[in-house]
């Protein structure tokens, strides 16, 4: 075995390729992360509970399947985080709220099933904004995560503990969820690799539901291949869950392994147009063009695309989740599981109810079921509810006129770096502005990935850049963003790291 190896520095598929060249075992690889998380968690608190037993024992299984030749997939042995609405035999899952404190589900959720059967220790469940309600993981009801680039700062959200796993070195996979950006904005402002796949490509089979016609488990990663390899593991027909697409995957690591050749020619990229301007940070936008700059030198050709309803993405977004949410949300109703809050002797089930929900709901999950109710009541529903399900469909429409043009489009993945914890707590609408790239393909259920495109130059914080492809192409996003990480990875010599967590 190697001496003196920090594994925790390296890539899934190195991990792979030590093990499988005998080089480490995945018992020492996962106490490597162990130790990480017990050295830097307290500053970072990116998980929400840590199974040193459990992940311990899988390893050890793998290894004796290793040594036995009985492998179960390519990963088998790499430790893995998993994000907390994500439900899991046998360990808690709270979504990052009081009203599930201590839940301990019975059944795994299919792609944490297949993380088992793929042999992936679980190391445990990382932190996130409460029922996946934000954009910062300063709503759960655990405490901030914070930004390993700098500690003051937000880690992007609602997975934003997933995320800033991974770039803390503390975990080399993890799983994340995206309602509306919460893979790929916390990828973006943590300088991670965040896909979110096609809707129903991946099993939405026991996630906790936030917006069913929006939500979609995905990868987080430090490198594109790695979230090609974990997609294929967690993807594909699931028949337990009725929005799942019954056909294979595309060959995503094929995909990824050639565009890390660098060569993208006869690929027609599309720049769009509404999201860029005023609002944008300039060294965001910068990163960007020297991004896109880069794919013209791998061959691609680049062209302007305008999707004109982008513009009311996020006042479509922000009627139809808060609807899907508040009629998700109302089971948990103190009666079967979860929280359950007694305000005085012999109150009435509705008493039980109401004071249950207001101890067990925090102000942002409040303030969105509040929004839901009133666009869904009476008098109400077709001017609000009714009208966004419109526009979502024009926003759709944009994307298939958009398609036909090009291959993938293309925008910085979020507007800004990582802002200051606390900076935009009281202003709702400006925290929701975050979301204003990822948005679109949530409401038209296409795929889209960001990788980083360096640090910005006003405060030496990572940068995004996002690929969106038509339905069922996750593997164009791979290609592309495999060929723009190998592009700036030769500029930078390597990827990006943050400074070391004191």
């Known amino acids: 075995m190697a001496e003196n190896t920090d594994w925790t520095r390296k890539t899934a598929a190195e991990l792979a390729d030590a093990l499988a060249a005998g080089e480490t075992t995945s018992v020492e690889i996962t106490q490597a992360h162990l130790d990480r998380i ?3 968690d307290g500053a970072v608190h990116a998980f929400l509970h840590v199974d040193a037993e459990g992940a311990l024992a899988q390893a050890a299984e793998s290894d004796a399947r290793r040594a036995a030749g009985t492998l179960l997939s390519g990963l088998d042995g790499v ?6 609405v994500l439900a899991t035999d046998g360990l808690p899952t709270t979504c990052g709220s009081k009203i599930l404190e201590g839940w301990i589900p019975p059944y795994d959720a299919t792609v944490v099933r297949r993380l088992k059967e793929a042999g992936l220790p679980i190391l445990g469940k990382t ?3 409460e029922f996946a309600m934000g954009s910062s993981t300063e709503h759960s009801a655990y405490g901030a995560t914070h930004n390993p680039w700098d500690l ?3 880690p992007g959200g609602s997975g934003g503990g997933s995320a800033a796993a991974v770039a803390a070195f503390e975990a080399p996979l993890a799983l994340g969820t995206d309602t509306g950006g919460s893979i790929r904005q916390p990828g973006a402002v943590t300088g991670t690799v965040g896909h979110k796949p096609t809707y129903g490509g991946v099993s939405r089979y026991g996630l906790v539901a936030l917006a069913n016609s929006l939500d979609q488990v995905g990868p987080v990663t430090r490198t594109v291949l790695d979230s090609a390899l974990l997609h294929e593991i967690i993807g594909g027909h699931d028949p337990k869950d009725s929005t799942s697409i019954d056909q294979p995957l595309p060959a995503l690591v094929e995909a990824a392994r050639q565009g890390a050749t660098g060569d993208l020619t006869g690929l027609k990229v599309g720049v769009i147009t509404e999201l860029s301007g005023d609002g944008w940070q300039p060294g965001v936008m910068a990163r960007f063009q020297e991004s896109v700059d880069l794919l013209v030198k791998a061959g691609a050709e680049v062209v302007e695309v305008s999707c004109p309803t982008f513009v009311h993405a996020l006042a479509t977004y922000y009627l139809i989740l808060p609807a899907e949410a508040s009629s998700n949300l109302a089971k948990f109703d103190a009666m079967r599981y979860g929280l359950r809050v007694w305000p005085h002797e012999g109150a009435s089930a509705e008493e039980v109810m109401r004071a249950s929900r207001d101890a067990g709901f925090g102000d942002e999950v409040k303030r969105r079921i509040i929004l839901g109710t009133y666009a869904l009541s009476s008098g109400y529903y077709d001017a609000y509810y009714g009208q966004a399900q419109k526009v979502r469909t024009l926003i759709s429409r ?13 925008s910085p993945t979020a507007p800004t770096t990582a802002f200051k914890l606390g900076e935009k707590l009281d202003d709702p609408i400006a925290m929701y502005l975050n979301d204003l790239a990822t948005i679109p393909a949530n409401l038209a259920g296409v795929p889209g990935i960001s990788v980083p495109s360096g640090l910005a130059d006003e405060d030496g914080l990572p940068a995004g850049f996002q690929v969106l492809a038509p339905a069922l192409a996750d593997d164009r996003c791979y290609r592309v963003a495999a060929a723009l990480e190998s592009a700036l990875h030769a500029q930078w010599g390597g990827p990006l790291v943050p400074k070391e967590i004191a």
């Open 152 to 154: 003051d700062r937000i």
């Open 127 to 129: 932190n996130m904004d």
């Open 38 to 40: 017990a050295a830097v």
């Open 79 to 84: 430790p893995i985080a998993v994000k907390d």
């Open 398 to 410: 944009d994307f298939e006129a958009a398609f036909e043009k090009v291959d993938v489009l293309v």
